[in-house]
């Protein structure tokens, strides 16, 4: 991950300042995190859907990967509802 440039999609910068997640918490989250979705067929580039926690808060963040630039496109970044997500956060409540 070190080696991939990290950009921010202006998306994802508002939701940050709304929600109050910083750089910082994204970032961890994409060293720590897991996978929790995979959308192979977004374009331009394959997306997942990463699962971290920054102390006790659970994060979700969208971000596509350039590989032949080695850049990670941060798309969107959230606090999930426990209203539409299991307990774990892993997995959407049916």
Same mark, same amino acid.
């Given at each position: 991950m070190s080696a991939y440039q990290i950009i921010y999609q202006r998306?994802?910068?508002?939701?940050m300042a709304q929600r109050g997640i910083r750089e910082e918490d994204i970032e961890h989250v994409l060293l720590t995190g897991e996978t929790i979705e995979v959308y192979s067929h977004d374009t331009p580039y394959p997306?997942?859907?990463?699962?971290?926690?920054? +102390?006790?808060?659970?994060?979700h963040i969208v971000v596509a990967t350039d590989r032949a630039n080695q850049r990670k496109i941060v798309i969107t970044v959230?606090?999930? +509802?426990?209203?539409?997500w299991e307990a774990d956060f892993k997995r959407r409540k049916p």
């Open positions: 998306h994802a910068v508002e939701r997306s997942e859907l990463l699962l971290g926690w920054r +102390d006790t808060r659970p994060l959230y606090v999930p +509802d426990p209203n539409k």
